[in-house]
């Protein structure tokens, strides 16, 4: 069945730093792969979405990859700032219907000032 | 900006009580979902709604599990027996699109069972 790994736990970076979150999937490519960042206690809110026939999204801050090759996703937030600390979440469809997300197990970023 | 809403925020419970979890998506939105999320652990797909009917679910969406959308606006989730391993937090989210669209969430409405 699909899975999908985010790398790290955890990660700390200074403020000011580019923060880079890694998103892996196993088996086949799925169509699209989306990033969430939910704070402590609260809903996922979602960030950007890139299809598999694009190699990089962008907005504001934010830029994704998509290499279907390596079966990986990057996340980067540019220009960190200590407001930015929070976890991110990585979600494909999964084995299921394009309605059924499966969520990696997030990363928390601490940007640090 | 239009948001999803959910109530109650927390819900304490006695093992075995029935349970009623409510949500008012984004009222243009024609799917519907709930998730939930163990203290510390993934966001799991629990069951997505549309057209008044469920379309997906997850093999957690067992028997004891059941939505429905009694009125134009809201979609309630219940627990009919609630057990320990319920507790969780549980969020409600809507999407206009079923394919690829991104899914507004709710503030989750976190559940302990005793």
């Known amino acids: 069945s699909q899975k999908i790994e985010q790398n790290s736990e955890a990660l700390n970076i200074q403020e000011g730093k580019t923060a880079t979150l890694t998103c892996n999937y196993t088996?086949?490519?799925?169509?699209?792969l989306q990033w969430y960042r939910q704070d402590p206690g609260r809903g996922p809110v979602f960030l950007l979405l890139i299809r598999e026939n694009e190699k990089e999204k962008r907005k504001e801050r934010l830029k994704v990859t998509f290499d279907t090759t390596l079966k990986q996703s990057l996340f980067h937030i540019t220009a960190s700032q200590p407001a930015d600390s929070a976890t991110y979440l990585c979600?494909?469809?999964?084995?299921?219907?394009?309605?059924?997300?499966?969520f990696g197990s997030g990363t928390q970023l601490t940007v640090l000032p | 900006e239009p948001e999803v809403t959910q109530t109650p925020s927390h819900q304490v419970t006695q093992m075995g009580q029935e349970v009623i979890l409510r949500c008012v998506p984004i009222s243009n939105h024609l799917y519907f979902y709930w998730y939930r999320q163990i203290l510390g652990q993934k966001v799991e797909f629990l069951v997505s709604f549309y057209n008044n009917e469920i379309s997906e679910k997850s093999e957690i969406f067992d028997d004891q599990f059941s939505v429905e959308r009694p009125d134009g606006s809201n979609f309630t989730l219940k627990i009919r027996s609630t057990k320990l391993e319920d507790s969780a937090m549980y969020f409600c989210?809507?999407?206009?699109?079923?394919?690829?669209?991104?899914?507004?969430f709710g503030e989750g409405s976190r559940l302990t069972v005793l």
């Open positions: 088996n086949y490519s799925p169509a699209y």
């Open positions: 989210a809507s999407s206009d699109y079923g394919y690829t669209g991104e899914l507004f």
């Open positions: 979600a494909n469809p999964g084995d299921g219907s394009a309605r059924q997300l499966t």
